[in-house]
């Protein structure tokens, strides 16, 4: 499953660590993972996350779970992290808008672009589900990046730590297949 | 019949330092019987509420969650009962106001009335699941449940109304939000 082309921009071989992902939330204090299932980041993230003994997964039944189940558990200091796909995405916007952009609770979405060719940037690609991601963040003030490359891996931690230290969503948008770690 | 205001009542006598989760109906009522630090309203969108109890029930293990949910609310997020069934937070209990409509809305029905809430909880993985018709029978399980190992789950089979005064610009309001925080951290 892995996904390894040219980086137009850096023209040499791009690849995306599960494995560093996931060390990632860990160096920011994630505990748990809220997971709706996606082939996006399955292999590379969501099962190495299950198997992982220092992270707990929930797995929900629709999206929106997520949101109140990662409200709740800031009231008790534990950080998590939402892994769900962009169409979950699209279907959670309510509760999106209700509870991180309203509330400004410190969520934290991980979301899976599926479809997406890496190098294309989200507003550029052909879906119109894709397309859609970045402006509804943004007319959400929800801060986001894109997580396409090893090199935007170290940018993961500090976004995860700032939306809980200083009470706000935030959004990491995996542009390219995790490999499995 | 029960009503929901008779049940929130006897439910009140027993709540002492639970934390409370409350949506649309439950939570106008409850709010007119019991205004504490610890009523959670911030559920934000509608049928959330179990799932925000979820999270708080795993966030603080120590202390008992009590959503009271409306059947409209819980139709709209009915996998959350599977969800619970698998986390299994022995510290959940969910009452469930089911009086077959979407009451805050004008009273529209529910798409099926008489559908079974507690037979679905069960099928869904929840073991301790009840359903009360009387006031009396409730009365007399409350106590137990409060304590019982959860996650509990009950159906209140009630009529409409009467609804309390809503005000939703004070029961949303980021203060409450800001005391329920302080008041957890002071370890109410």
Redesign the interface.
């Known amino acids: 499953m892995e996904d390894k082309v040219q980086d137009p921009v850096a023209g040499v071989a791009a690849r995306l660590s599960g494995g560093a992902i996931i060390s990632a939330i860990k160096d920011a204090g994630v505990g748990y993972v809220l997971s709706v299932p996606d082939l996006h980041t399955s292999y590379g993230l969501l099962m190495p996350i299950a198997d992982d003994p220092d992270l707990k997964l929930i797995r929900v039944c629709k999206e929106d779970e997520c949101l109140g189940i990662a409200a709740g558990l800031s009231y008790g200091d534990k950080r998590a992290v939402v892994l769900i796909q962009y169409t979950g995405f699209l279907y959670a916007l309510n509760s999106i808008r209700a509870v991180a952009a309203e509330h400004r609770k410190p969520i934290c979405l991980m979301v899976g672009l599926l479809g997406k060719p890496p190098g294309v940037a989200p507003r550029d690609a052909k879906r119109v589900g894709l397309r859609a991601v970045e402006p509804i963040l943004d007319i959400m003030g929800i801060p986001h990046q894109l997580i396409e490359t090893d090199a935007d891996v170290p940018r993961i931690a500090s976004a995860i730590i700032d939306a809980y230290e200083f009470g706000h969503p935030t959004a990491l948008l995996i542009g390219r297949r995790p490999v499995a770690p | 019949m029960m009503n929901r205001m008779e049940c929130l009542r006897v439910l009140a006598d027993h709540v002492t330092d639970e934390i409370v989760v409350a949506t649309y109906s439950s939570a106008t009522d409850w709010l007119a019987i019991v205004d504490r630090p610890l009523n959670y309203f911030?559920?934000?969108?509608m049928?959330?509420?179990?799932?925000?109890?979820?999270?708080?029930?795993?966030?603080?293990p120590e202390k008992r969650v009590i959503v009271l949910d409306g059947d409209g609310s819980l139709l709209m997020?009915l996998?959350?009962l599977?969800?619970i069934g698998?986390?299994a937070p022995a510290n959940f209990v969910h009452l469930v106001g089911h009086n077959g409509s979407y009451e805050a809305n004008g009273g529209v029905p529910i798409p099926n009335k008489e559908v079974d809430f507690a037979g679905v909880a069960r099928a869904a993985g929840i073991e301790s699941c009840h359903t009360f018709t009387e006031i009396d029978d409730f009365t007399a399980a409350i106590g137990s449940l409060l304590k019982a190992k959860g996650p509990v789950f009950a159906d209140l089979v009630i009529e409409q109304g009467p609804l309390s005064k809503r005000d939703y610009s004070d029961m949303y309001a980021p203060a409450r939000?800001e005391a329920?925080?302080a008041a957890?951290d002071a370890g109410a």
Not at chain 2, 51 to 60: E, K, Q
């Open positions: 911030a559920v934000g969108a049928g959330l509420a179990s799932s925000h109890g979820l999270g708080l029930a795993l966030a603080r997020n996998g959350t599977v969800t698998a986390v939000r329920f925080r957890l």
